[in-house]
């Protein structure tokens, strides 16, 4: 798959994962998008080298890769950030 094409899943993972995790979150919606990128990214690598998966376009193992990488990244996330609190 090319990058394009995983920056594009990476934004609709980041958008499923924020629905699934709801929440508020301290970088808001850019942080969430970058996450769901980076999530897809991480979890089409782990998808390749652990399970064998030769993902090659957009299908539905792709984007359940994504999401579950955007999900875990975004767990991360907010248990690394959990005790700070948003100055306006």
């Known amino acids: 798959m090319s990058f394009l094409a995983w920056i594009v899943l990476g ?37 390749n080298t652990i399970m064998g998966l030769g993902i090659n376009g957009f299908t539905w193992q792709s984007l359940l890769l994504a999401i579950v990488g955007a999900l875990v990244l975004l767990w991360i996330y907010r248990m690394t950030t959990r005790g700070r609190t948003r100055v306006p």
């Open 11 to 47: 934004l609709i993972a980041g958008a499923i994962a924020k629905a699934i995790m709801p929440g508020n979150d301290p970088g808001g919606i850019i942080v969430t998008m970058i996450i769901g990128i980076v999530g897809a990214f991480i979890g089409g690598f782990l998808g």
